[in-house]
């Protein structure tokens, strides 16, 4: 244990002396290997045997889990060093590993279970030194229990029978589940944080394991009682940690659940339920942090436990992600019949948590500044987990793709959905951060595209969504960019009736906007990037006209374009142009035959946008010829200029280089 400590901390580098405290480690494995009855001298000295061997033992366990994290963190050649000291031995340690945790398990037993001890004592521990073992067991269990359970998720249950002892796969598994379940049902003051949270770790280990999965997965009772067993560990530690860890063991029982295709016949009954359980603790995490969201009518005020105590940020952030993992699983476990109940649950905690997340901060609060720990029930905290949003409303895009894969028409499915929309669209517009206003209606925007047809398109949600567009194209530049962002996602992913609809009420606010940019030149960037969107949108809006109408919106279109050619955005919209008379070519012919003038605005901008790239050009390219007269003549390689023509055989335009390419200069 010394070397441990020594080499982690990094007190000493010598490579002779790490050396010898690594053979003096590795000499003391020698001991184990003698009977116990042969090293007991006296009485005094049998629990003193146990304790050495118990030290040994959980030196070695120590060791073992921190080469495994220095390798997860990338430090090769640290990593290296360590597996290199325990890979040689892990076989032999992993067989006394799990005889110390069988001896643990037994000497834990209650009083009225002592007459199935064993007489003779267990393999480090005599049958006249019970009482002065339990002690050294109570100190040292916790470390070798998490490098057990490291080794049979290293090696996932290769070997049938254990040397020592004696035990089969089965044997192994659900005795260190066991000791596992024991200390977490074990009074909240039995056990340090630190000793919950290696138990939590040792358990998740065990349920990493396809083996373990499929032992575990078939019995449904066994998987809701351990489930209750971390639903009561949250309830009763405030640590955070804990919860993590605790999320991380349910989401693997899920899985476990999942890829076993398990299904049976829940019906959402309190203590009989998977389901009901899941939801439970996922609850519990949840309003202990966020008791606004609570669905009841009792008084939405934080638990003093949780009042006083303030957890980081990051910490925080980890534990919601989490808890929304959970909740969005449930909806895809496999289930012998719907349960609606599920996803109505579901949106309820997913939308209450997105609307505590979209809390503006109080004026103190930006005063203030930002801290990288937060206080439990503080009004309005909510808005410092802003970049958890995106992960709510990935999880909320899932739920409804796991409803359409189940293919449910439920009505109250259907409503939920709707209702979900319109509660989102209430957050909205009680945003007032413009800097998180983007990440929220790109939630909303891909939950319209992902709900059904019958959802989407209800009328509270058709004049709410156009009138934060509509609003948001009147105001600043993020705004509108945000705006057109959603509103071209809308055009690209939704059904052609709710996309039609959309059309026929955002698109004069659209045009207002495209309009204005007539008067006023783009400039800056964003006034460029706006534009760009506009004539995405517009290409958009002309592939779902009727044909009889691309005359008209090329005739709303064409005349802006030419006025902003020569400004910053000259490339763009001379692009946009190019695009119409080659798609549309029946059309723009129509039109310049009946605006005659603008073909010669349209020709007069180009040459002059020609002759302005000409004096600005540097170097010029000259080309210098002498005649026989000794005359020489200068010539300078000049910018195309392009003229647009129309070809009267193939009925289109396009844009043609001049045929004067040279400018003779004597």
């Given at each position: 244990?010394?070397?441990?400590?020594?080499?982690?901390?990094?007190?000493?580098?010598?490579?002779?002396?790490?050396?010898?405290?690594?053979?003096?480690?590795?000499?003391?494995?020698?001991?184990?290997?003698?009977?116990?009855?042969?090293?007991?001298?006296?009485?005094?000295?049998?629990?003193?045997?146990?304790?050495?061997?118990?030290?040994?033992?959980?030196?070695?366990?120590?060791?073992?889990?921190?080469?495994?994290?220095?390798?997860?963190?990338?430090?090769?050649?640290?990593?290296?060093?360590?597996?290199?000291?325990?890979?040689?031995?892990?076989?032999?340690?992993?067989?006394?590993?799990?005889?110390?945790?069988?001896?643990?398990?037994?000497?834990?037993?209650?009083?009225?279970?002592?007459?199935?001890?064993?007489?003779?004592?267990?393999?480090?521990?005599?049958?006249?030194?019970?009482?002065?073992?339990?002690?050294?067991?109570?100190?040292?269990?916790?470390?070798?229990?998490?490098?057990?359970?490291?080794?049979?998720?290293?090696?996932?249950?290769?070997?049938?029978?254990?040397?020592?002892?004696?035990?089969?796969?089965?044997?192994?598994?659900?005795?260190?589940?066991?000791?596992?379940?024991?200390?977490?049902?074990?009074?909240?003051?039995?056990?340090?944080?630190?000793?919950?949270?290696?138990?939590?770790?040792?358990?998740?280990?065990?349920?990493?394991?396809?083996?373990?999965?499929?032992?575990?997965?078939?019995?449904?009772?066994?998987?809701?009682?351990?489930?209750?067993?971390?639903?009561?560990?949250?309830?009763?530690?405030?640590?955070?940690?804990?919860?993590?860890?605790?999320?991380?063991?349910?989401?693997?029982?899920?899985?476990?659940?999942?890829?076993?295709?398990?299904s049976s016949d829940d019906r959402l009954e309190p203590g009989n339920s998977f389901l009901f359980a899941n939801l439970e603790m996922a609850m519990c995490v949840l309003l202990r942090r966020f008791p606004e969201i609570s669905p009841t009518d009792h008084p939405k005020t934080p638990i003093s436990s949780y009042a006083s105590t303030g957890e980081p940020i990051t910490t925080m952030k980890e534990l919601l992600k989490l808890s929304v993992d959970?909740?969005?699983?449930?909806?895809?476990?496999?289930?012998?019949?719907?349960?609606?109940?599920?996803?109505?649950?579901?949106?309820?905690?997913?939308?209450?948590?997105?609307?505590?997340?979209?809390?503006?901060?109080?004026?103190?609060?930006?005063?203030?500044?930002?801290?990288?720990?937060?206080?439990?029930?503080?009004?309005?905290?909510?808005?410092?987990?802003?970049?958890?949003?995106?992960?709510?409303?990935?999880?909320?895009?899932?739920?409804?793709?796991?409803?359409?894969?189940?293919?449910?028409?439920?009505?109250?499915?259907?409503?939920?959905?709707?209702?979900?929309?319109?509660?989102?669209?209430?957050?909205?517009?009680?945003?007032?951060?413009?800097?998180?206003?983007?990440?929220?209606?790109?939630?909303?925007?891909?939950?319209?595209?992902?709900?059904?047809?019958?959802?989407?398109?209800?009328?509270?949600?058709?004049?709410?969504?156009?009138?934060?567009?509509?609003?948001?194209?009147?105001?600043?530049?993020?705004?509108?960019?945000?705006?057109?962002?959603?509103?071209?996602?809308?055009?690209?992913?939704?059904?052609?009736?709710?996309?039609?609809?959309?059309?026929?009420?955002?698109?004069?606010?659209?045009?207002?906007?495209?309009?204005?940019?007539?008067?006023?030149?783009?400039?800056?960037?964003?006034?460029?990037?706006?534009l760009t969107e506009m004539l995405s949108i517009q290409r958009i809006l002309l592939s779902n006209c009727l044909p009889d109408t691309h005359i008209h919106m090329i005739r709303l279109i064409v005349p802006v374009l030419i006025a902003l050619l020569g400004s910053t955005a000259h490339a763009q919209c001379l692009a946009e142009i190019t695009y119409l008379t080659q798609t549309y070519p029946t059309e723009v012919r129509n039109m310049f035959v009946?605006?005659?003038?603008?073909?010669?605005?349209?020709?007069?901008?180009?040459?002059?946008?020609?002759?302005?790239?000409?004096?600005?050009?540097?170097?010029?390219?000259?080309?210098?010829?002498?005649?026989?007269?000794?005359?020489?003549?200068?010539?300078?390689?000049?910018?195309?200029?392009?003229?647009?023509?129309?070809?009267?055989?193939?009925?289109?335009?396009?844009?043609?280089?001049?045929?004067?390419?040279?400018?003779?200069?004597?």
């Amino acid at each position: 244990k010394q070397w441990y400590q020594r080499r982690v901390r990094g007190v000493s580098r010598d490579a002779s002396d790490l050396k010898r405290i690594q053979q003096l480690l590795v000499s003391s494995l020698q001991n184990l290997q003698t009977s116990t009855h042969e090293l007991i001298i006296s009485r005094y000295n049998e629990s003193t045997s146990t304790l050495l061997r118990l030290s040994v033992l959980q030196a070695w366990a120590e060791v073992y889990v921190k080469a495994h994290e220095i390798n997860a963190q990338d430090s090769a050649e640290e990593a290296l060093d360590l597996l290199s000291t325990v890979e040689a031995h892990e076989s032999y340690l992993s067989e006394l590993w799990m005889s110390a945790i069988r001896d643990h398990a037994l000497l834990s037993l209650p009083p009225s279970f002592a007459t199935q001890l064993p007489p003779n004592g267990g393999t480090f521990y005599c049958a006249d030194t019970i009482d002065s073992s339990r002690p050294h067991y109570r100190r040292m269990w916790p470390s070798i229990l998490h490098a057990a359970a490291m080794w049979l998720n290293k090696h996932p249950f290769r070997q049938e029978m254990d040397k020592i002892t004696d035990m089969t796969n089965e044997d192994r598994l659900f005795l260190t589940i066991g000791v596992v379940i024991e200390a977490l049902c074990a009074p909240s003051s039995t056990h340090t944080t630190q000793t919950v949270c290696m138990c939590l770790e040792a358990f998740s280990q065990l349920l990493s394991s396809p083996w373990s999965q499929a032992k575990i997965a078939y019995n449904h009772t066994t998987c809701v009682e351990y489930v209750n067993v971390l639903h009561r560990t949250v309830l009763t530690r405030s640590n955070a940690q804990i919860h993590i860890h605790a999320l991380k063991c349910l989401l693997l029982l899920q899985e476990c659940r999942r890829t076993t295709g398990t299904s049976s016949d829940d019906r959402l009954e309190p203590g009989n339920s998977f389901l009901f359980a899941n939801l439970e603790m996922a609850m519990c995490v949840l309003l202990r942090r966020f008791p606004e969201i609570s669905p009841t009518d009792h008084p939405k005020t934080p638990i003093s436990s949780y009042a006083s105590t303030g957890e980081p940020i990051t910490t925080m952030k980890e534990l919601l992600k989490l808890s929304v993992d959970v909740v969005v699983g449930l909806v895809s476990l496999p289930t012998d019949n719907f349960y609606v109940e599920i996803p109505e649950a579901a949106f309820l905690l997913l939308t209450g948590l997105f609307s505590a997340c979209a809390v503006n901060p109080t004026e103190e609060e930006k005063q203030g500044g930002s801290s990288d720990f937060v206080l439990h029930g503080t009004p309005s905290m909510g808005h410092k987990f802003f970049s958890v949003v995106p992960h709510i409303s990935q999880g909320l895009c899932s739920v409804i793709k796991n409803m359409e894969i189940k293919d449910s028409n439920d009505r109250r499915w259907l409503t939920c959905v709707t209702t979900t929309l319109v509660t989102l669209l209430r957050t909205l517009d009680q945003q007032q951060d413009r800097a998180h206003l983007e990440s929220y209606v790109s939630t909303l925007t891909v939950l319209i595209c992902s709900a059904p047809p019958q959802a989407s398109n209800v009328q509270i949600v058709y004049d709410k969504v156009s009138e934060l567009f509509s609003k948001m194209l009147e105001g600043d530049l993020t705004s509108q960019l945000t705006s057109l962002r959603a509103f071209k996602t809308l055009l690209i992913s939704c059904d052609s009736v709710i996309r039609i609809r959309y059309i026929q009420s955002v698109s004069l606010a659209f045009f207002e906007l495209f309009f204005a940019y007539q008067k006023t030149s783009p400039v800056r960037e964003e006034e460029i990037a706006v534009l760009t969107e506009m004539l995405s949108i517009q290409r958009i809006l002309l592939s779902n006209c009727l044909p009889d109408t691309h005359i008209h919106m090329i005739r709303l279109i064409v005349p802006v374009l030419i006025a902003l050619l020569g400004s910053t955005a000259h490339a763009q919209c001379l692009a946009e142009i190019t695009y119409l008379t080659q798609t549309y070519p029946t059309e723009v012919r129509n039109m310049f035959v009946g605006q005659p003038l603008l073909k010669q605005q349209l020709e007069s901008k180009i040459r002059s946008s020609a002759a302005k790239a000409q004096a600005q050009a540097t170097p010029c390219i000259y080309i210098v010829t002498k005649t026989n007269d000794g005359i020489v003549s200068l010539k300078t390689l000049v910018p195309f200029i392009y003229l647009l023509v129309y070809n009267s055989t193939n009925n289109y335009f396009f844009f043609s280089r001049s045929e004067y390419n040279f400018l003779d200069l004597m």
